[in-house]
């Protein structure tokens, strides 16, 4: 029986020799499993500097041995906090707050080190640091070779590595086939799981409602299939053809554009889905209420509507807020737009067995970045797709080797396919 929390990644911890030349920059939620990472890239890097996302008020842990940021969210903004004492406060605005905990941390924390000699590593979950240290880098040019690259776990973070010139190469996990496949249907699981809990406790229930999924790719899929035993009543908006015609060969309804009362609004996409066209076409419409909650990260699903949503009288309800707006029409947001896995402070997304693939993929891809330093191009990298990274071999290995740990059997090579994985996952990178 093997007693490691997470077995996989700490294999692969006690196969190699430890990297004391770098700093790595660990941004992810704040949550004991992001902690457990951290300190895992601790023992292989030997220096971390840790962010964490403030989709909820929890703290970090006491007596941490390296620099960890967090945030508390106000009804003025966010107090920004350095292992749990006051830094600064921040005006609103959730990516503000982020950006601004990355900067504290170069400047306070990975500039000494990069002073001293070390590489600076990036390893995150959401894309969130790459305006930031393009500009500390521009104010401190004389350490631009001393950063070996970037890995990302999420697809919007992939995107946000594509945005600009890239200085160092980014790696990205975001299309595995564990990420796509396999976390996607534990992640569908737990946010159909968290719904139910939040209307359960608003004195409501999802089954028999009028769904309405936006975006039906890699998570919007996963999330129909465990919407389903629910008996619920699903429509699909897509805008790309190639995945409608999917939606409709799994025996879905595609969107005819009209609101029904209490119809259940999920955001699936990974960027701005629900415009404020379609908050007017609400608003005009014969639905007298609606719900939106997000299954993709950060709060980019609705903030498209959020300066409409100001207008509107608030009510705060259990872990969501109703927006009533004249004449009586009423949104119900749930966890603030943010994703629904992670907003709950008293509970992890997933569990460290869940994880274990995801950031057992991370610590390679950031591995091989300090092995092929100077080596690789300025450029996104898929890990399970790029030769550099060892291909598809190295990422079916490292499965195969997560299930015989696990005791799990599955076909992985089939289990919650999308149709259209391939396409999508060049998509991710803009190839297609």
């Not at 500009?135 to 600009?164: C, I, M, N, Y």
């Amino acid at each position: 029986m093997n007693d490691a929390v997470m077995p996989l990644l700490e294999s692969l911890l006690s196969e190699r020799e430890r990297a004391e030349d770098t700093v790595v920059l660990h941004i992810n939620h704040c949550m004991e499993n992001s902690f457990y990472f951290t300190e895992q890239l601790k023992k292989e890097f030997g220096q971390v500097v840790f962010v964490a996302v403030p989709y909820n008020d929890r703290g970090v842990p006491e007596g941490l041995t390296y620099g960890a940021y967090h945030g508390i969210q106000t009804d003025t903004g966010y107090i920004l906090l350095r292992n749990n004492r006051k830094a600064e406060e921040q005006p609103p605005g959730f990516l503000r707050a982020v950006r601004r905990m990355i900067a504290l941390a170069l400047e306070h924390e990975v500039r000494e080190q990069l002073e001293q000699g070390r590489r600076l590593l990036v390893v995150e979950d959401g894309g969130y640091h790459y305006p930031v240290l393009s500009q500390w880098l521009s104010a401190h040019p004389r350490f631009v070779d001393s950063v070996l690259g970037s890995v990302e776990q999420t697809t919007a973070g992939t995107r946000a590595s594509k945005e600009g010139k890239l200085l160092y190469p980014a790696v990205s996990v975001a299309r595995s086939a564990y990420k796509v496949r396999v976390e996607s249907y534990f992640v569908a699981d737990r946010v159909v799981g968290e719904l139910k809990r939040m209307l359960r406790r608003q004195g409501s229930f999802i089954d028999f409602r009028d769904v309405l999924l936006i975006g039906y790719g890699i998570i919007g899929r996963s999330v129909a299939c465990c919407l389903s035993l629910n008996h619920v009543h699903m429509q699909v908006y897509d805008t790309d053809a190639e995945i409608r015609k999917t939606a409709k060969e799994d025996g879905l309804t595609l969107w005819d554009g009209e609101f029904r009362d209490d119809m259940l609004v999920m955001g699936n996409v990974g960027k701005p889905s629900f415009t404020k066209e379609m908050l007017e076409y609400f608003l005009r419409g014969t639905s007298g209420r609606i719900f939106l909650a997000s299954s993709s990260s950060k709060q980019v699903e609705f903030e498209e509507v959020f300066d409409l949503l100001a207008g509107a009288q608030r009510t705060r309800l259990y872990q969501a807020d109703a927006y009533r707006f004249p004449g009586g029409k009423e949104l119900i947001l749930l966890a603030q737009g943010f994703p629904l896995n992670f907003y709950d402070k008293s509970s992890d997304s997933l569990t460290y067995g869940m994880i274990d693939p995801v950031f057992s993929e991370m610590l390679l891809s950031a591995r091989t970045l300090w092995e092929q330093r100077g080596r690789l191009q300025n450029r996104t990298y898929l890990f399970g797709v790029d030769e550099e990274l060892g291909g598809t071999e190295r990422e079916t290995g490292l499965l195969n080797r997560w299930m015989e740990m696990n005791h799990l059997y599955f076909d992985s090579a089939t289990f919650n396919r999308h149709p259209n994985e391939e396409r999508l996952r060049e998509k991710a990178l803009g190839r297609k």
